[in-house]
């Protein structure tokens, strides 16, 4: 992985994955919709984290637990991630606001899974090109 895309991935992936946690939500309500979601973060976390700070998630691939199951390459690895993605995105959308300051909260909320969703996109890429360089050989 070059060192600019590291960089540049590791960047938006903190502002991605702990700028919610930080965030001055103006709702309780909208909050506890947004922890509620939580569970498909951390999926989503666990490779990415792994291809900004290792350079790639090798860990997913050949395992046969229910979080990766049947994945056992880069595209794979994206539609898993994209699925969970689609299940936070649906579970934010389920949410109805009730006052002004939840439906600010709303727009953080998509906000926050569009930033993910972006950080999903590039490290997939990233994971990619590693993997079709490592079995170029």
Request: overall charge negative; some cysteine.
């Amino acid at each position: 992985m070059e060192k600019d895309d590291s960089s540049a991935l590791e960047n938006q992936f903190n502002a991605a994955f702990y700028l919610p946690a930080k965030f001055n939500w103006k709702s309780k309500r909208a909050l506890f919709h947004w922890i509620d979601r939580e569970h498909l973060q951390d999926y989503l976390a666990g490779p990415i984290y792994k291809i900004v700070n290792y350079g790639g998630c090798d860990y997913v691939y050949g395992r046969e637990d229910d979080y990766f199951r049947d994945i056992d390459n880069p595209a794979a690895l994206r539609n898993r991630l994209r699925q969970w993605h689609s299940q936070m995105v649906g579970i934010i959308d389920s949410f109805t606001p009730t006052s002004s300051a939840e439906a600010a909260d709303l727009v953080s909320m998509r906000q926050f899974a569009s930033d993910i969703g972006n950080v999903v996109e590039a490290a997939c890429d990233i994971e990619q090109r590693r993997w079709e360089s490592a079995n170029a050989r």
